[in-house]
């Protein structure tokens, strides 16, 4: 049974993390992320063309896990994945479901290949674009919704943060010293908490302003502890974008434990309709619920029992 912790606080961020005990493990086959094959080289992600899709090549021995809002540096433009998306070991070229986080460029960048991306270090931090490109799968309601969390960084950072070259880019936004210096701030504080409780979590449940956001949960604690650093670094870049005044203000009450609970284990809100079904070959199956003030979102790899998510994503409007 999962519980969760104390809310651990700065600013306006706070986080419960979820835990569970290790005999209660879901899974326990372990999985590559996107972040450490591409800087190992074990996988490949080669440019196609076509904004809207890329092709994936696991070399390694391992499966690959990769999880939608993942954004990848390179190639032609910048992409975030559409989906989560099971990769097998040895897998050969798989098309992946992508949308273009950066505008206009189509050209090589300064060193980097045109031809492949060369860093995945960061999700997607804004909801807005998440859900666009979940629900409306809008190229260009997620450029929009780029161009929005820009200016919203820009406004909290008060310093310019694009870049001069690429300044549509979201990941060089990410990358800017003001996003970076703001960043640190934040996860001085959140990541030692994580140390505490480090073992059995598999998940973490944030607020913003005092308010439920979204939670993204796993299969194993193995798996959330590859992908902590860049959970953590997305809610702390959304959150200093709906900064209210300056940093050092007091932070917001947090909700009860209970009424976290409550919000993560309702399936969702109030007036949900049925849950929407999508398979993405070679193994992967995703389960929408859709409701009036949040959404969940539920990944299977098809290879496995097909009945225990691996990865669990809870997005607020």
């Given at each position: 049974?999962?519980?969760?912790?104390?809310?651990?606080?700065?600013?306006?961020?706070?986080?419960?993390?979820?835990?569970?005990?290790?005999?209660?493990?879901?899974?326990?086959?372990?999985?590559?992320?996107?972040?450490?094959?591409?800087?190992?080289?074990?996988?490949?992600?080669?440019?196609?063309?076509?904004?809207?899709?890329?092709?994936?090549?696991?070399?390694?021995?391992?499966?690959?896990?990769?999880?939608?809002?993942?954004?990848?540096?390179?190639?032609?433009?910048?992409?975030t994945i559409g989906a989560d998306f099971i990769v097998p070991a040895k897998s050969g070229?798989?098309?992946?479901?992508?949308?273009?986080?950066?505008?206009?460029?189509?050209?090589?960048?300064?060193?980097?290949?045109?031809?492949?991306?060369?860093?995945?270090?960061?999700?997607?931090?804004?909801?807005?674009?998440?859900?666009?490109?979940?629900?409306?799968?809008?190229?260009?309601?997620?450029?929009?919704?780029?161009?929005?969390?820009?200016?919203?960084?820009?406004?909290?950072?008060?310093?310019?943060?694009?870049?001069?070259?690429?300044?549509?880019?979201?990941?060089?936004?990410?990358?800017?010293?003001?996003?970076?210096?703001?960043?640190?701030?934040?996860?001085?504080?959140?990541?030692?908490?994580?140390?505490e409780a480090a073992g059995s979590v598999v998940g973490v449940v944030w607020a913003i302003?005092?308010?439920?956001?979204?939670?993204?949960?796993?299969?194993?604690?193995?798996?959330?502890?590859?992908?902590?650093?860049?959970?953590?670094?997305?809610?702390?870049?959304?959150?200093?974008?709906?900064?209210?005044?300056?940093?050092?203000?007091?932070?917001?009450?947090?909700?009860?434990?209970?009424?976290?609970?409550?919000?993560?284990?309702?399936?969702?809100?109030?007036?949900?309709?049925?849950?929407?079904?999508?398979?993405?070959?070679?193994?992967?199956?995703?389960?929408?619920?859709?409701?009036?003030?949040?959404?969940?979102?539920?990944?299977?790899?098809?290879?496995?029992?097909?009945?225990?998510?691996?990865?669990?994503?809870?997005?607020?409007?």
């Amino acid at each position: 049974m999962a519980s969760l912790s104390q809310p651990v606080g700065v600013h306006n961020l706070t986080a419960w993390f979820i835990s569970s005990p290790p005999e209660a493990a879901r899974h326990t086959r372990d999985y590559a992320v996107l972040e450490e094959t591409i800087a190992a080289e074990t996988a490949v992600l080669h440019e196609t063309g076509n904004v809207n899709e890329l092709l994936i090549e696991n070399k390694g021995d391992l499966d690959l896990f990769i999880q939608a809002g993942d954004i990848v540096k390179g190639g032609r433009q910048d992409r975030t994945i559409g989906a989560d998306f099971i990769v097998p070991a040895k897998s050969g070229k798989i098309p992946l479901p992508a949308f273009c986080v950066e505008q206009a460029r189509w050209h090589r960048r300064r060193d980097e290949s045109d031809k492949h991306f060369s860093t995945a270090k960061d999700f997607l931090a804004s909801k807005k674009a998440r859900l666009a490109m979940r629900f409306s799968k809008s190229q260009a309601e997620v450029w929009d919704s780029v161009a929005d969390e820009q200016e919203q960084l820009v406004k909290a950072v008060q310093k310019e943060i694009r870049d001069a070259e690429s300044p549509t880019s979201l990941q060089l936004t990410y990358e800017s010293e003001g996003v970076t210096c703001a960043v640190e701030d934040y996860t001085a504080a959140l990541n030692p908490a994580l140390s505490e409780a480090a073992g059995s979590v598999v998940g973490v449940v944030w607020a913003i302003n005092g308010v439920p956001s979204h939670a993204d949960q796993y299969a194993s604690a193995q798996l959330f502890a590859k992908l902590w650093r860049k959970l953590l670094r997305a809610a702390t870049i959304e959150a200093i974008g709906q900064r209210r005044g300056q940093a050092s203000d007091v932070p917001p009450e947090p909700p009860s434990i209970g009424a976290i609970g409550e919000w993560l284990d309702s399936q969702v809100a109030a007036g949900s309709t049925h849950a929407e079904e999508e398979r993405l070959l070679p193994r992967t199956r995703i389960r929408t619920h859709r409701g009036t003030s949040h959404h969940r979102f539920e990944a299977f790899d098809t290879n496995l029992d097909d009945i225990s998510p691996l990865h669990v994503a809870v997005l607020a409007e």
